[in-house]
Every structure is written in structure tokens, then in C-alpha cells.
């Protein structure tokens, strides 16, 4: 398994429309193993295949509390029931999320890894995980749901109940190096042969920063992003928006109102 490059907007294969699965075979299981592996890398609910580069319809889920991902290859919705506005994010614009409509459940069929045909009714965040992900294989993406009266703003500005899942990952790993050694009172392992490793993976080491750059920009020429509105204070200073990000004004149009990725690298 590997971790790969999350495409973010406004990347052209986003808009492509991914050809079907014809065959379940060994490749298509090592797209979707690599897929999880950088769903839950990044923190996310879910990843389509031109999300990581590969025009297949193939999706991974990982709803929140579940043990493990699932696989859905050439996912379709056969039924939907009800709508609900629902704030909502992306993996391919980090940083941003806004206000949508969904459906609150929808009757769906998808192959699982093993070619197994899968039918469900799902609700709530299963349900617009799965419309989400088959806008995507489907070049939709959910700036295109926006409604009217609401535009993209920074992640977690919006008033939620769950919390958005754009954040570095911490891990912490036991490693027992004892051969069976246990507590004799407690009859547990013995702490003092046991290991704390702890690490982090980096959101923002799945993107490409000139990719990031050039997003923020399209946005706002998209017109999506809301105006900032501080004042300008002049050209060649940074500013702060409302998510703490650094911004930088500069002569290069890509990075005026860009998130300044790297201070210590500016030129």
C-alpha cells in the first residue's frame, strides 16, 4: 500500500468523468488499498478514484467510529428520500468547506473489492458520503451544490456538530519488546518493557504546495471564497483571515490571497 497525491482543485482531472470497473482484479484492489491508506492519512470520510489521479469508479469510505474503510466500485444511487442542508468539505479543497444540500437517505448498489454485489439504505453521513463520492466519478464537486446565499469559507468557521476531519493525524504506538513478560500482581505486561512511539502525519504532506497555491487563487477568481474583509494593508505585508492563516500580497496574481504555505521559504 501507498499513500498518494491528493488532487486538489483546480486540477482538470477533477472535472473527468471515470470510466467503469469492468473487471475486479489485483489492480483495482491495489488502487483501493492505496485509496484508504490515504483516506485515513488524510483524515477524511471519503476519496474518489480521480481524487489520487485514476479515472476508475472506485471509492473509499471511512465513516467515523467504524473499525475499518470500505471499498465501492461503480457505486450508483438507485433511490434518494428527503433533503437536509449540511455543512460539507473536501480532501481536494483543503482548508474550505461550505453549506449544501443533500439527501437524508439514499437506497445505493456498488461491488465491494471481491466483485460482490452490495446493496444498502443508508442515512445521514453515510448518505451524503455517498453522493459526494459519486459526484466526484462523475467530475461534480460539491462547490456546485453551494447554495445561493452561502460561499466557501475557512474550515470550521461555519457552525457544525461535527467537527471538520481537515487536521494532522496523531498516532501513538505501543511496542512491547518483553518476551511475555507480565505483571505478576496485575497480571498485565510490564510498562517498563513497552515502547511509546509517537508520530504525526502531516495533512498538508499529501498536496503539492504550488497545487494549494494555484487552488486558493482559482477559488477566489471563481469567485467562491468569501472577501476578506480586513483591509489591505499594503502591498508586500502579510494579513491574517479569520482561520489564523497567514496571507501574502504580492505581484504574482497565483499568489495574491494565497496561504503563505512557508514562511521561512518566502522570497
Known amino acids: 500500500m501507498a499513500i498518494r497525491r491528493i488532487r486538489v482543485f483546480p486540477d482538470p482531472i477533477l472535472r473527468k468523468k471515470c470510466r ?3 473487471r475486479v482484479d489485483d489492480r483495482v484492489r491495489v488502487l483501493a488499498a492505496d485509496m484508504i491508506e490515504t483516506l485515513d492519512g488524510a ?10 489521479g485514476a479515472l476508475q469508479r472506485v471509492v473509499t469510505i471511512h465513516l467515523p467510529g467504524d473499525e475499518s474503510a470500505i471499498v465501492l466500485v ?5 433511490e434518494t428520500e428527503g ?3 449540511i455543512i460539507e468539505g473536501c480532501l481536494s479543497f483543503p482548508g474550505y468547506e461550505g453549506l449544501v444540500k443533500r439527501s437524508v437517505s439514499v437506497k445505493a448498489r456498488w461491488l465491494d473489492e471481491n466483485g460482490s454485489k452490495m446493496k ?15 459526484d466526484h466519478l462523475n467530475g461534480i464537486l460539491f462547490v456546485d451544490h453551494l447554495l445561493a446565499h452561502e460561499k466557501l469559507v475557512a474550515a470550521g468557521t461555519l457552525e457544525r456538530e461535527d467537527e471538520p476531519h481537515m487536521h494532522d493525524v496523531e498516532l501513538e504506538v505501543h ?3 518483553s518476551d511475555d513478560a507480565i505483571d505478576d500482581e496485575r497480571n498485565e505486561p510490564d510498562e517498563s518493557d513497552v515502547e511509546i512511539v509517537q508520530s504525526t502525519i502531516k495533512f498538508s504532506d499529501l498536496y503539492s504546495d504550488s497545487s494549494i497555491s494555484q487552488m486558493h487563487y482559482d477559488l477566489r477568481s471563481a469567485g467562491y471564497v468569501i472577501d ?6 499594503g502591498p508586500g505585508r502579510q494579513r ?5 492563516q497567514n496571507r501574502v500580497e504580492s505581484d504574482d496574481p497565483h499568489l495574491n490571497g494565497g496561504v503563505l504555505l512557508d514562511p521561512e521559504r518566502r522570497n
Do not use: C, K, S
Open 120 to 134: 444498502v439504505t443508508a442515512e445521514e453521513l453515510f448518505a451524503q458520503a455517498i453522493e459526494h463520492e459519486i
Open 175 to 177: 511496542a512491547d519488546h
Open 20 to 22: 467503469v470497473v469492468r
Open 74 to 78: 461503480n457505486p450508483e444511487v438507485r
Open 43 to 52: 483524515g477524511g470520510i471519503g476519496l474518489a478514484a480521480n481524487q489520487v
Open 228 to 233: 476578506d474583509p480586513d483591509p489591505d494593508p
Open 240 to 244: 491574517h483571515n479569520g482561520d489564523g
Open 83 to 85: 433533503e437536509r442542508e
